[in-house]
């Protein structure tokens, strides 16, 4: 038999040229392969059905126009995207992206991600991914209305509470999922738990806005723990500012560790004396009402720095917190966190670490816990707002907390499960781990199908 390095080059030369021009797609298989082509030697039956390289081609990729009208009565034209990568275990399951960058390299990595993620939560969820090239900032409140009933006006089509049930992502929060949900009940005349993140009122679950930075956290909490560390007393560079970052560092804060930075697109703001919740409560104010941007908080609190159009990964810290985007931690970012000491990375975001970093951290026994793993907690309580809108029931805030905190430290023992096995030395890989775990489930599923 070929060796697993071989294997790997002559998969990736296939997957490359069938899909052209698609570097982050390439970058996320490429990582989850290099992983699964050593369980797939023990386990033949996979390799035989050609499992890997059926999740790797979405089972649709739909793209269309999206029209709407600026505030000055301009014509503006948009592309929309929905990729529906794999529903063997559950509905299609992914958040909508709106941000210029989308393209289908992205949500097609996004949604390859997806697939291991939604398996890792234990949870019958498929996996798909969404969005559109459309750029919020700057945008009224009503051109973003337009822009999503446009975006709806034809992804209603597609998707269905059984079918697919896209959520939100980098620039799609509680306003934009209201402005959807409203234009698919008024097309369909049906009301459904056709997306997720709803407002309270309308279907909406408790503790889905914190879910992600908390489980992310709750992540970290459990790879320390079974380092015999604890998150308490450490410090923290925390990138973005958006919904992920601002829940990771309430919840740090919240089990006495130190988080000092946030950042978005203009650079970061550096806070030697650490956040307080009231110091959060302000940028979650400002982001999420005021619309600004974080060098504000330099200006509004003494003590606290920005750095225009840097990063966070230069500062000394025991934590690092990646919660913005994609490839934010370069090989070189990495060197410098691990230079400076850090202790752990926990991934908020979705495959922010270029694979030469992940590679860095790994070598240099870095606790390295991937975003396939690390923030599932998002959609985990997705999930959970699925059952209670089918039940037609709401649960309470313990409750949901508590199923969170549970759903990690369970997708903290898959992952450690094969961690322990594929990893190197006395290391736990959860990398491999998130990968072999996330991939069997729906490896076994498929299976079960027959050639479909
Ligand atoms: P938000 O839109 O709430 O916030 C995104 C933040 O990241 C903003 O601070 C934004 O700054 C910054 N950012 C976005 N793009 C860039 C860029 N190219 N360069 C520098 N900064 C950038 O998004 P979320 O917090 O929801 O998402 C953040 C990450 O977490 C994404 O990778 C997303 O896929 C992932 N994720 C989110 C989940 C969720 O439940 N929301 C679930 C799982 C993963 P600016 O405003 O200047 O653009």
Not at 72 to 95: L, T, W
Not at 331 to 350: F, H, P, Q, T, Y
Request: proline share 4%; charged share 25%.
């Amino acid at each position: 038999m070929a060796s697993a390095n071989e294997q790997l080059n002559n998969f990736m030369e296939g997957l490359e040229k069938r899909n052209p021009g698609e570097p982050e797609f390439h970058q996320a298989v490429m990582e989850v392969a290099a992983t699964i082509i050593p369980f797939l030697d023990n386990n033949p039956k996979y390799r035989e059905m050609q499992i890997l390289e059926r999740m790797a081609e979405p089972d649709r990729v739909v793209s269309f126009r999206v029209c709407w009208q600026d505030d000055e009565g301009n014509i503006r034209v948009n592309r929309g995207h929905r990729v529906q990568m794999n529903n063997a275990i559950g509905p299609y399951k992914g958040g909508l992206r709106f941000h210029p960058s989308v393209n289908t390299s992205v949500l097609k990595f996004l949604a390859f991600e997806q697939t291991f993620k939604n398996s890792l939560t234990g949870l019958p969820m498929g996996a798909g991914k969404g969005g559109a090239n459309f750029n919020p900032k700057g945008k009224s409140t009503n051109e973003i209305m337009r822009f999503c009933q446009s975006f709806m006006t034809e992804l209603y089509r597609h998707i269905g509470a059984d079918i697919d049930v896209p959520a939100g992502d980098i620039g799609v929060g509680g306003r934009e999922i209201g402005y959807m949900f409203g234009q698919y009940k008024r097309i369909t005349n049906s009301f459904e738990g056709v997306l997720t993140g709803k407002g309270l009122e309308f279907g909406g679950s408790l503790v889905r806005t914190e879910a992600t930075g908390y489980g992310a956290v709750y992540f970290l909490q459990n790879m320390l723990k079974a380092a015999g560390k604890d998150v308490e007393g450490m410090s923290a560079a925390v990138s973005g500012s958006g919904n992920v970052a601002t829940h990771a560092a309430e919840k740090l804060l919240q089990l006495g560790a130190k988080p000092m930075t946030m950042s978005d697109s203009g650079g970061f703001i550096h806070d030697p004396e650490g956040f307080t919740q009231e110091k959060i409560d302000w940028i979650k104010d400002l982001k999420n009402n005021r619309r600004g941007r974080i060098s504000e908080y330099a200006d509004h609190f003494t003590g606290a720095t920005f750095h225009e159009g840097k990063r966070p990964w230069s500062v000394d810290c025991d934590i690092a917190m990646p919660c913005a985007t994609q490839n934010e931690i370069t090989e070189e970012d990495a060197k410098m966190l691990i230079s400076n000491g850090v202790k752990a990375v926990s991934e908020g975001a979705n495959m922010p670490t270029v694979n030469e970093g992940v590679e860095a951290f790994q070598d240099a026994k870095v606790i390295f816990g991937p975003a396939k793993a690390a923030n599932a907690g998002g959609v985990a309580v997705s999930g959970l707002e699925m059952s209670q809108n089918s039940a037609r029931i709401s649960w309470g805030v313990d409750q949901l907390q508590e199923q969170l905190r549970q759903i990690m430290e369970d997708i903290h023992g898959r992952c450690e499960k094969y961690g322990k096995d594929y990893g190197r030395d006395d290391q736990i890989d959860y990398v491999a781990g998130a990968n072999i775990a996330g991939f069997a489930k729906v490896a076994d599923g498929m299976m079960a199908f027959g050639v479909v």
